[in-house]
Every structure is written in structure tokens, then in C-alpha cells.
């Protein structure tokens, strides 16, 4: 939700905030909780 009202209404840009976002958020709970998030589909579909 937090990446939609920031403006990122494009497909691509939305995946890209959301994975840094995560990337970001689980390296400082530490390597245990280490995620990368995928995108599984036609990314250039827009929404």
C-alpha cells in the first residue's frame, strides 16, 4: 500500500520500491530472516 500511494502506479516501479523495501527491512532483522522477493508473471502488464 505504501509504495501505491507513493506513486508508483506503474507494474515495474511498484516491484522494484517493494523489493528494495523488503531487501532493506529483512538485512537489518538479520541474515536469518534474509528475503528476496520475485515477480512471477509478465511484468510489463500494466496495472
Not at 502506479?9 to 520475485?38: C, H, I, W
Amino acid at each position: 500500500m505504501r509504495g501505491l500511494i507513493k506513486n508508483n502506479t506503474n507494474l515495474d516501479r511498484l516491484f522494484t520500491y517493494v523489493k528494495s523495501y523488503v531487501e532493506e527491512k529483512s538485512y537489518e532483522m538479520g541474515a536469518s530472516y534474509e528475503q528476496v522477493p520475485v515477480y512471477d508473471g509478465n511484468i510489463k502488464m500494466g496495472i
